[in-house]
């Protein structure tokens, strides 16, 4: 067991090596003499994300080399200390490794049961005690995501909110018309002989609004899961609930922000959610080519429709879009709000861990209900099978010989980043030491950083690909005196 975990710990310090900094996955302290001032923000912040791991003795300055003195076995239980001052309470699994001639101390943080976030440090409480990992380095969790945190200890019902002002007459007859057909179809004995009103107050299409006393019985409104779903113009309630997308001229943002270039085009889609959908397919395929296109037309739909149907709908990020930015090498799609209540990271990567049966967790339990039944313009249904679009993605994507998605989940946002890269079955290392090769050629030293960037390789892809060529003695490393960062440049140059 603990030969995996030193080889675990000898894998992340040779890529932090290899980077020059920690990573999103992995925090190094140095602790001489004492344990660090913040690693309680350490441990918060694995807990709130997507778990990590602490190398404790080791000294990034001096090109992640072990701490002369460092004192394994008393750090090894100042850890344990720290870890009782967290609520809840934090149970890693803490190791000592042998590691070039000392011993460290490893530890395995692990991502917390969503009822259970927020962790934080006892002594300053969830709004001053919580935090998140970002990059390579703890932030203190600001009070939205410290309250989205703590509203998923119970069941969100904004979906539920009936949408003042609005009316019958808001939502699209046709949408509602092919709604109701497929739930009288597929629930006979629930819905069969209910008149129309009747049936769409049980789907929670509408509600009464008792807010006006004057009016006996209550207004029939809309609800915010019925005005998505059904509705002729969501967007005249709230105009920010729909899509932005912007295609950008090459494989960064700052292209644009920062230089001469511009958008090659920017669009904001509008309408009920499956309209809002099958548009965006339709300008997505238009700018990226729908004859070939180099992403299958049905991840596009799912990944949309997916973000549509899981974002935040609470008061405070319904002015917020979801944002679909395409590059010419990947497209991202954002919504606001990240993952919800049991879904986390792995179980999007195996949904089925304990039964075989598909583990769904829901936000909006309201209006994913309908989409099950809400028809799209052009034939089909928003979501027919359930909450198993993911694998969908996943499957159409190995079907097509393309990478898996990746995806980056914090409080505020999730992203789904799909890209034209083939799979590994299409691409071997050689092919990811030939690119480096390449690119070498064109610059006298370059930093594992730098290589990621010009050839949008993953940090694991960049640093295989590395090692191979320096196995094979065409790459050396290089170091600048006046800059610490490693640097590799073709032998003989």
């Not at 200390?81 to 490794?97: D, F, L």
Request: proline share 6%; with cysteine.
């Amino acid at each position: 067991m603990v030969d995996d975990y030193t080889a675990k710990m000898t894998e992340l310090i040779e890529l932090m090596r290899m980077i020059g900094n920690d990573t999103q996955q992995c925090e190094v302290k140095e602790c001489k003499r004492r344990i660090s001032s913040t690693i309680t923000d350490t441990l918060s912040a694995f807990s709130n994300g997507s778990g990590g791991w602490i190398i404790l003795g080791l000294s990034e300055k001096a090109g992640f080399t072990p701490v002369e003195g460092f004192d394994a076995r008393a750090m090894q239980e100042a850890l344990s200390q720290a870890c009782e001052k967290m609520t809840p309470v934090v149970r890693p699994v803490i190791v000592t490794c042998p590691f070039e001639g000392a011993n460290l101390v490893f530890a395995r943080i692990d991502e917390m049961l969503p009822r259970d976030k927020p962790c934080f440090t006892t002594a300053l409480g969830p709004h001053g005690g919580s935090f998140i990992r970002t990059g390579d380095g703890d932030r203190r969790m600001t009070s939205y995501e410290v309250d989205r945190l703590i509203e998923e200890h119970l069941q969100p019902t904004y979906d539920l909110d009936i949408v003042p002002d609005a009316a019958v007459d808001d939502l699209d007859p046709t949408l509602v018309s092919g709604l109701l057909a497929r739930v009288r179809e597929q629930h006979p004995h629930a819905f069969a002989g209910q008149d129309d009103i009747r049936t769409l107050l049980d789907l929670q299409v509408l509600r009464h609004d008792d807010s006006d006393g004057n009016e006996i019985g209550g207004i029939l409104r809309p609800t915010l899961a019925g005005l998505l779903a059904l509705g002729r113009y969501p967007q005249k309630y709230y105009p920010r609930l729909s899509i932005a997308i912007a295609v950008f001229p090459g494989i960064d943002r700052d292209e644009v922000f920062r230089g001469d270039d511009r958008l090659v085009a920017a669009k904001t889609i509008v309408g009920p959610i499956p309209v809002m959908i099958s548009d965006a397919v339709e300008s997505l395929m238009r700018w990226i080519g729908a004859k070939k296109p180099d992403y299958p037309p049905v991840v596009l739909r799912e990944a949309i429709a997916n973000a549509l149907t899981h974002r935040d709908y609470s008061p405070d990020a319904r002015g917020t879009q979801v944002r679909i930015s395409v590059f010419t090498n990947r497209i991202e799609i954002t919504n606001p709000g990240g993952l919800y209540g049991t879904v986390t990271h792995d179980v999007l990567a195996n949904p089925n861990p304990v039964t075989g049966a598909p583990f769904v967790s829901t936000r909006n339990q309201f209006l994913f209900t309908l989409l099950e039944s809400t028809p799209y313009p052009d034939g089909g249904f928003v979501n027919p099978e359930g909450g198993d679009g993911y694998q969908r993605i996943a499957a159409s994507l190995r079907e097509a010989g393309i990478e898996p998605a990746t995806t980056v989940n914090d409080i505020n946002t999730f992203t789904m980043t799909i890209t034209k890269q083939r799979s590994a079955a299409n691409s071997t290392p050689s092919d990811i030491s030939k690119a480096i090769l390449t690119v070498l050629e064109r610059h006298s030293a370059m930093s594992i950083k730098e290589i990621i960037r010009e050839l949008q390789l993953t940090p694991l892809a960049a640093t295989s690909g590395m090692r191979e060529l320096i196995r094979e003695g065409r790459v050396a490393k290089v170091k600048f005196q006046d800059d610490p960062t490693q640097r590799y440049r073709l032998k003989g140059m």
